[in-house]
Nanobody
Framework: QVEVVESGGGLVQAGGSLRLSCAASGSVFSIDGVDWYRQPPGQQRELVAQITSDGSTDYADFVEGRFTISRDNAKNTVYLQMNSLKPEDTGVYYC?????????????WGQGTQVTVSS
């Protein structure tokens, strides 16, 4: 069984920074890719950033240049560094981890972490 936990959310003023963490634990052999999503209040969940097994990254246009996704393979953890935050970045941030575990390939979501950016 694989557990995914996001952390690092909170309340920050516009222009501030936060670093989110996405940690996978349990029967994890390797992590192939991780996607960060967010769900603004009253809106659909949207893709924010992705990182692959070889470290390649991709970002949504609305965070390009402000957010950075990175990974620590030894810790089975992926980070989302968020700088120059805007009120429209407010939402619940989720990560989706794709990897290989004791029972084969898996795709697991965390419970989300709340990010609130005040103006």
């Amino acid at each position: 069984q694989v557990e995914v936990v996001e952390s690092g959310g909170g309340l920050v003023q516009a222009g501030g920074s936060l670093r989110l963490s996405c940690a996978a634990s349990g029967s994890v052999f390797s992590i192939d890719g991780v996607d960060w999503y967010r769900q603004p209040p009253g809106q659909q969940r949207e893709l924010v950033a992705q990182i692959t097994s070889d470290g390649s990254t991709d970002y949504a246009d609305f965070v390009e240049g402000r957010f950075t996704i990175s990974r620590d393979n030894a810790k089975n953890t992926v980070y989302l560094q968020m700088n120059s935050l805007k009120p429209e970045d407010t939402g619940v941030y989720y990560c989706n981890v794709l990897g290989r575990g004791e029972l084969g390939r898996f795709g697991s979501w965390g419970q989300g972490t709340q990010v609130t950016v005040s103006s």
